[in-house]
T-cell receptor, first 114, second 115 residues
Framework: AQSVTQLDSQVPVFEEAPVELRCNYS??????LFWYVQYPNQGLQLLLK??????LVKGINGFEAEFNKSQTSFHLRKPSVHISDTAEYFC????????????FGKGTLLTVNP | DARVTQTPRHKVTEMGQEVTMRCQPILGHNTVFWYRQTMMQGLELLAY????????DSGMPKDRFSAEMPDATLATLKIQPSEPRDSAVYFC?????????????FGPGTRLTVL
């Protein structure tokens, strides 16, 4: 079975500061990795994904994430955040192959303050 | 702009009543997922379908929950009878099996309150 741990439940930052949201996963098989964003009262939106190839992946809204196989991590970063980035962020894994069930972390609430 | 739609967006009901939530997946997607989101448990997978066939509903309380896909454009999640502990936001998502780069597209959710 797979599991996802998001190490911080809340991350407050000031506008234009850099941010890193941490995600670690556990799996006995190879996985695909995803970050989703959920704005208040909305569904989840895919931010970025790692399937294979380059370990640094870029997503929408200036976010990027780096896959580190040895540390089983997939941390999300943004060099300069905006007020509009305030949202909940979910890390998720999916086993490669026929099983396409997503396993989600508990989420990290990013609050960007002026 | 293709998107998953869900109705109703909000539902308030009394304990014991039947609740039906509907989802229209993105046209052409062949997988549908139902998730429940609560503060305590986070996002939980309740059921998923491939080509309208249920593949896994192990996350659903069997005695009161049921999920179906009457056709490729409609998925339903029913709770009968509803209980206060069912209060949550229920999300539907759709995707394409074998195309992981697409990921899962989520609907806006149905916020259910059972009094």
């Amino acid at each position: 079975a797979q599991s996802v741990t998001q190490l911080d439940s809340q991350v407050p930052v000031f506008e234009e500061a850099p941010v890193e949201l941490r995600c670690n996963y556990s799996s006995s098989v190879s996985v695909y990795l995803f970050w989703y964003v959920q704005y208040p009262n909305q569904g989840l939106q895919l931010l970025l994904k790692y399937l294979s190839g380059s370990t640094l992946v870029k997503g929408i809204n200036g976010f990027e994430a780096e896959f580190n196989k040895s540390q089983t991590s997939f941390h999300l970063r943004k060099p300069s955040v905006h007020i509009s980035d305030t949202a909940e962020y979910f890390c998720a894994v999916r086993v490669r192959g026929s099983n396409y069930k997503l396993t989600f972390g508990k989420g990290t609430l990013l609050t960007v303050n002026p | 702009d293709a998107r998953v739609t869900q109705t109703p967006r909000h539902k308030v009901t009394e304990m014991g009543q039947e609740v039906t939530m509907r989802c229209q997946p993105i046209l052409g997607h062949n997988t549908v997922f139902w998730y429940r989101q609560t503060m305590m448990q986070g996002l939980e997978l309740l059921a998923y379908f491939r080509n309208r066939a249920p593949l896994d509903d192990s996350g659903m309380p069997k005695d009161r929950f049921s999920a179906e896909m009457p056709d490729a454009t409609l998925a339903t999640l029913k709770i009968q009878p509803s209980e206060p502990r069912d209060s949550a936001v229920y999300f539907c998502a759709s995707g394409l099996e074998g195309i992981p780069q697409i990921g899962q597209y989520f609907g806006p959710g149905t916020r259910l309150t059972v009094l």
